[in-house]
């Protein structure tokens, strides 16, 4: 157990930092808006073209089994078949999300593209591009992050509500903000990215309040 505490605030600190450094990514290299401007990025930086992909999101969620791993160890005892739940729960969702990762295949694709002087081949590579891209920020996605909102709501309730206080109440109220801020996923428009955006906020207090406990609680 104390292993899995150590590794979950170590784990929880890496997400933090991975947070801004992606931020800065998407706005010093806004990502382009359609298949041909991936296909292109590709062309010129394919590890930008990665990054504008999410790449950092395969590590960051990576990271997450962790997180989720010295939550659980921490609070089992509050309430085992609700930490198992939410246990489940986040796994399954962060399983889901490599589902709709699809960077490396656009990667793939941008080079025989951009490497033939065929157009009806690029023609039909475009439209790959367009399937690749779809699935991008489709359902297997929405499922992750509807997913891990439901997590995060069974992880802070049970903080909320365990006698010995393992973590503050505090931690479990920025821990609520931004469970209820990610009901909304990243993909439903203009209001799905104002709510991801505004969650990160409570998340990264969250992030750091636990990553403290579970330290402290080794």
Known sequence: MKELKKWGATAAIAVVLIIPVQIAIFALW???????????????SPLLGLLSLDLLY?????????????????????????????????????????ASSVAFEMMSLAKSFNGSANPLLKQQLLA???????????????????????????????MLKDRERTFTRTTALWGLASAALMIIPS?????????????????????ILIAGRMRKSQ
């Open 58 to 98: 395969l590590l960051n969620n990576a990271l997450m089994i962790s997180v989720y791993l010295g939550l659980a160890a921490c609070l089992y005892k509050a309430n085992p078949s609700a930490i198992i739940t939410a246990l489940a729960v986040g796994l399954v969702g962060l399983a889901t999300y490599y």
């Open 128 to 158: 790959a591009g367009e399937g690749m891209f779809a699935t991008y920020k489709g359902t297997a996605f929405d499922v992750y992050y509807i997913l891990n909102a439901i997590t995060l709501f069974i992880f802070s309730w049970v």
């Open 30 to 44: 806004p990502p382009p808006a359609d298949v041909r401007g991936f296909f292109e990025l590709f062309e010129q």
């Open 187 to 207: 993909t439903a428009g203009t209001i799905g990215l104002i709510f991801s955006l505004l969650s990160l906020v409570p998340w990264v207090v969250f992030s």
